[in-house]
Nanobody
Framework: QVQLVESGGGLVQAGGSLRVSCAAS????????MGWFRQTPGKEREFVAS????????IYADSVKGRFTISRDYARNTVDLQMNNLKPEDTAVYYC?????????WGQGTQVTVSS
């Protein structure tokens, strides 16, 4: 069982930066792939970025490539999403997820709002 707690959301102006973090509890953190997803009202949850358990493979959605960076810290059991050059369309609730073959564990989400 893995518990995930996101933090770091907030309000930022367009063009600004924000870093959201996800703290994972439980064992075997390095065995889990970690992902970030986001959702706005009335829309389906969409993939943002993911990183494998070893950290050797990272994938980004086309909409955030070159602006967002995902990273994980094995000592702290955290996975961060650094978001630069934010746009109003990045406004959403951001969720952290973990899993081995599918994303079985989810956090409660953190709100990111980008004003124009």
């Amino acid at each position: 069982q893995v518990q995930l707690v996101e933090s770091g959301g907030g309000l930022v102006q367009a063009g600004g930066s924000l870093r959201v973090s996800c703290a994972a509890s439980g064992r075997s953190f390095s065995e889990y792939a970690m992902g970030w997803f986001r959702q706005t009202p009335g829309k389906e949850r969409e993939f943002v970025a993911s990183i494998t358990g070893s950290g050797s493979r990272i994938i980004y959605a086309d909409s955030v490539k070159g602006r967002f960076t995902i990273s994980r810290d094995y000592a702290r059991n955290t996975v961060d999403l650094q978001m630069n050059n934010l746009k109003p369309e990045d406004t959403a609730v951001y969720y952290c997820a973990a899993g081995r073959w599918s994303y079985d564990f989810w956090g409660q989400g953190t709100q990111v709002t980008v004003s124009s």
